[in-house]
């Protein structure tokens, strides 16, 4: 028999062969062996070539609901060597017929979008067609330059690029996060993240099943959920808006996490309030840390070592994080976690002439290389010619007694380009108002730094990966639209 090499899927299945009966997914009361996950996985590349002649380098649209099954098809595309292109399901109907038209897909697993073309199979039929299909599948030759799959960014600022992420930038991914995070066979991760996002699929699925560890797959982040799953497991991956939610919750204590080694946060920036009432309540440091669609995991806080609250840590190693200019300047990275390009974008090459990223974030490097993300450069807001950092007056905000939390943008202003605008969540109780946030914060900062309008509001417009929706408020505030999100 031809010996062929596919290091994603030797990486991602190499473990559960040293052990087949191992628990590699638990889903509500089922458990799912690797052995059974890497069957299906050949099933589905059989039945994915069988109906729709998928070949190396064709596209797989998968536009689904988290479930086991999703794992499966997404080894299945690693065998076939077919680029996996996972859909946000809560895309509207045109939104997934743009970027259809721009991957151009073989066959979409899920949903298909009205009014397109585009072969659609749901995952039922693709199930029960794969039924009656080997359980073994030769995966197809790929090296580490081979496109794997497509991610697209989320478009703030224009049409949403299709990022190509490479076998060897998955494999670089998970195996130095395993080695950094410390993750082994007898941890059991608790994934509360959608897995059609980098976070969710290429850090927290991809780490455990390379590391031979065990998911507690959750259908979404649900807190009597998640602390029932807490409760047995040993590492818990998710984003601030996860770890806030818990925190309101009297059921997180202590005692509730015994088993629990290890907490991560990223996607999104942690507030220090959050940080500190963390580790107050449990005794544990959430370890930060930060990375992009298009890089994979750039820093970490350490396993070892201090965590510094309000750092995202130092590079991870073999990776190359500089800033651009004087800092807070643009945080550019190098590495084999970095995009080969974008999907149909030849004129725009995610890379510099001397192979840097730029990552569009802002940021400062500490004497000790640890990397603080002061905020997205498009978010910076120039006022009157000067720097307006919106994290700084966030924070500033946010330390006021009463602030739940805020956000910072700037909008269009005749006379100073533009004006420093804050939208500001009271906490249960308080009795906030504008002008008297706008006088706490000149004991603060700046007079230039204070925004110029507050506006209160019950909540911040976040997406599915508890960003705040800068463009989203920025509009709203411009509209005088409902800023509830
Ligand atoms: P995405 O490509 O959707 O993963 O978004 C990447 C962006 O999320 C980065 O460019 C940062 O702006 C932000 N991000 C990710 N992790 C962190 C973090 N720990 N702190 C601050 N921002 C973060």
């Known amino acids: 028999m031809a010996v062929t090499s596919n290091p994603l899927v030797e990486t991602l299945l190499a473990e559960g062969r040293r052990e087949p009966g191992r628990v590699a997914v638990l889903w509500g009361d089922d458990a799912w062996t690797f052995g059974s996950l890497e069957a299906l996985s050949a099933r589905l590349a059989h039945a994915l070539v069988d109906g729709w002649g998928v070949a190396v380098g064709d596209r797989v649209a998968v536009r689904l609901p988290t479930r086991p099954e999703v794992l499966a098809l997404n080894v299945a595309c690693a065998r076939l060597g077919a680029l996996y292109v ?77 990022a190509v992420l490479t076998q060897g930038n998955l494999v670089f991914g998970c195996t130095t996060l395993n080695r950094a995070w410390g993750i082994g066979r007898d941890d059991v991760l608790v994934h509360p993240l959608p897995l059609f996002h980098v976070h969710g699929l290429f850090v927290a699925a991809y780490c455990a099943l390379a590391a031979g560890a065990t998911i507690r797959l959750l259908p979404s982040f649900e807190v009597g959920a998640v602390l029932d799953a807490l409760a047995e497991g040993t590492v818990m991956m998710g984003v601030p808006t996860h770890y806030t939610r818990l925190l309101a919750d009297v059921r997180l204590t202590a005692e509730s996490v015994r088993g629990v080694r290890l907490f991560v946060s990223g996607s999104a920036p942690m507030r220090a309030a959050t940080h500190e009432a963390f580790t107050a309540r449990t ?56 995009l080969a390009g974008y ?3 030849p004129d725009q090459p995610a890379r510099g002439p001397d192979g840097f990223f730029d990552t569009g974030d802002l940021g400062r490097l500490d004497a000790d290389g640890y990397l603080e993300i002061v905020g997205r450069a498009k ?43 804050a939208v500001v969540v009271p906490g249960p109780g308080a009795e906030l108002s504008a002008d008297g946030v706008r006088a706490a914060l000149r004991e603060v900062l700046a007079p230039y730094k204070v925004p110029k309008r507050v506006v209160l509001a019950g909540a911040l417009a976040r997406n599915a990966m508890g960003k705040v929706e800068k463009a989203r408020l920025r509009r709203a505030l411009e509209d005088g639209t409902d800023l509830l999100g």
Request: glycine share 12%.
């Open 86 to 162: 996972p859909l946000n399901p809560a895309y509207t109907d045109p939104e997934v017929r743009g970027l259809l038209d721009d991957a151009a897909p073989t066959v979409l697993v899920g949903e298909g979008p009205r009014g397109h073309q585009v072969p659609v199979v749901g995952l039922d039929e693709l199930l029960e067609r794969s039924r009656t299909h080997p359980d073994r599948f030769e995966d197809r030759a790929r090296d580490e330059e081979s496109p794997a799959a497509i991610l697209f960014t989320s478009g703030t600022t224009g049409r949403p690029k299709g």
């Open 283 to 338: 005794g544990h440091r959430i370890l930060e840390r930060y990375g992009t669609t298009e890089t994979g995991m750039i820093t970490s806080n350490p396993l070892d070592g201090e965590r510094r609250v309000g750092t995202v840590g130092p590079a991870l190693p073999g990776v190359e994080v500089r800033i651009a200019g004087t800092p807070p300047g643009r945080v550019e990275v190098r590495g084999p976690n970095v």
């Open 343 to 345: 999907w149909n974008r």
């Open 379 to 421: 978010d910076l807001v120039i006022t009157g010619g000067l720097n307006v950092y919106p994290k700084e007056v966030e924070q500033a905000l946010d330390a006021l007694v009463g602030v739940e939390e805020s956000a910072v943008v700037g909008l269009a202003d005749p006379d100073f380009g533009e004006v420093v605008v």
